[in-house]
């Protein structure tokens, strides 16, 4: 099969930086690309000298070897010159880090942009943006941020949004998530949101995709490229602009016409693409794929060690539209021979002491989860505010629970419902940096982790609602 006409972008052989700079920020590139493992970085700048031990080249035409892709960290009035000299050197695509195009209303900006994209045409170099982050790409070096994973995953992200492709990337590397591509495309005057879903339909390399999407000019040619990628690939989507303010807001942003709200909704459900109404969620979703938590229905139990938690999350279950039924008598009876009877429940919400002492957690796990009456379990980890006076005799139950919850890990996976783990946020700094710790190791020991009941509620319908629409959809 042919390689996409998008792959040559996504395996460049060297990166130019034109516009170089030595200070350190976020457009720090040749610092990123460095630190990432990037295997050739030219750094551009007619001031020439040296820039983080690497020579500094005036011109793209004064580097002695092949360049593939530019980064354009230069004004908007200097590209034309550097867009000739590019297409000269066989430059096969530029980022445009570049802004100042018609995401500023003005009209020569707009001619501008118009000249730029056609001249670019005229040379076969194809664009990213402009006013926009860029590529990260684990495989092959390439990153515009620096304390990226340099390890390779299944998810791809395509984002209009700098910060949000950022938001992607760090968020959903703290919960798992490693990535394929993650492409921060700003106006999308060349590569857009439609053809980086093509992309992913045809790379072996994408399994699960992400998409931010503020407005675009085309929006039939979105959703056929969404319709085709959605029938083999699971699709989460973020619409920014579905509000008037929003929708104002984005025309300033990347020159977005942002659309009809209804329209929108409508047509992603009936692709099975998943609308999400924030990054987080959109995290959420992109997780409860990765680690397989699709339930076959909408049927939960909830762990908790806290009868205010249990009520409190029994409400939330029930608000995200799951149903928190009665355990079985087979169950309850297992139940009472694991957990005592003092400060505790064994209905649905059951609250243990398991989770506190760290002991008989595997035993409660793999006993509700073989009941017949459910789909799908979430249970709340994590430490509150008595972590701050003990965190040393903090971090030895949570030694206990892991060691729990791997012992359980076998049997889980046999019976094969999901189990989400929720390890909610504190803002005292103490228990913040436990809970923190926390989540890496759930992650690290296979299951998905959210931060609120109601986010984990709210994600198992949501992968309920997909799953029961793709089989009906054969």
């Known amino acids: 099969m042919a390689p996409h006409p998008l792959d040559p972008i996504f395996h460049p052989r060297s990166v130019a930086v034109v516009g170089a700079s030595s200070k350190r920020g976020p457009a720090s590139f040749v610092d990123h690309l460095i630190e990432q493992g990037c295997p050739r970085v030219y750094p551009v700048n007619p001031r020439g000298g040296e820039i983080a031990g690497l020579p500094v080249y005036p011109t793209l035409a004064s580097i002695p070897g092949p360049v593939d892709h530019v980064i354009s960290s230069i004004p908007a009035s200097l590209v034309e010159p550097m867009l000739e000299e ?10 445009f880090f570049t802004a100042g195009f018609a995401e500023t209303g003005e009209a020569d900006r707009l001619a501008l942009q118009d000249r730029i994209v056609r001249r670019a045409g005229e040379l076969g170099v194809r664009l990213v943006g402009p006013n926009c982050l860029g590529l990260y790409v684990p495989a092959s070096g390439l990153t515009f941020a620096g304390g990226c994973a340099k390890e390779s995953g299944p998810v791809a992200f395509w984002a209009q949004s700098g910060t949000n492709a ?4 760090y968020d959903g590397q703290l919960r798992g998530l490693r990535f394929s591509k ?11 949101a439609a053809e980086l879903c093509r992309y992913a339909l045809a790379d072996p390399e994408t399994e699960i995709v992400g998409t931010y999407i503020e407005g675009l000019p085309d929006a039939r040619d979105l959703f056929a490229a969404l319709r085709a990628l959605a029938a083999e690939k699971p699709v989460a989507l973020l619409k920014g602009g579905m509000t008037q303010a929003g929708a104002r807001s984005t025309r300033s942003h990347t020159a977005s016409l942002a659309g009809s709200a209804e329209i929108w909704r409508a047509a992603v459900a009936q692709v099975n693409a998943v609308l999400v109404d924030s990054m987080e969620e959109a995290i959420d979703m992109l997780v409860g794929w990765r680690y397989d938590a699709v339930p076959r229905g909408g049927r939960v139990a909830l762990v908790v060690g806290g009868g205010g938690v249990s009520v409190q999350g029994a409400d939330d279950i029930a608000a995200a539209g799951l149903t928190l ?3 079985s008598a087979a169950t309850a009876e297992a139940l009472r021979e694991i957990t005592p009877i003092a400060g505790t429940s064994i209905r649905n919400p059951v609250d243990t002491q398991a989770l506190w002492r760290g002991v008989g957690l595997a035993a409660t796990l793999e006993a509700i989860a073989a009941d017949d009456h459910l789909d799908a379990l979430i249970v709340q980890a994590g430490h509150g505010w008595g972590a701050v006076s003990s ?11 892991l ?12 019976i094969g419902k999901p189990v989400a783990v929720v390890v909610p946020s504190s803002h005292e700094p103490a228990s913040a940096r436990l809970n923190g710790e926390l989540m890496q190791q759930i992650v690290a020991a296979g299951y998905p982790a959210f931060g609120s009941i109601p986010a984990a509620a709210r994600t198992l319908q949501r992968l309920d609602r997909w ?4 089989e009906a959809r054969g």
């Open 403 to 414: 060691s729990e919850l791997e012992q359980a890990t076998p049997r889980l996976t046999e």
């Open 182 to 192: 993650v492409v921060s495309f700003g106006n999308a005057v060349d590569v857009n």
């Open 86 to 95: 590019a297409g000269a050197k066989g430059v096969r695509s530029i980022h």
């Open 166 to 169: 950022n938001t992607a990337i």
């Open 391 to 401: 965190p040393g005799d903090a971090r030895k139950r949570q030694a206990r629970l």
């Open 467 to 470: 799953r029961a629409r793709r």
């Open 325 to 327: 039924p009665d355990l």
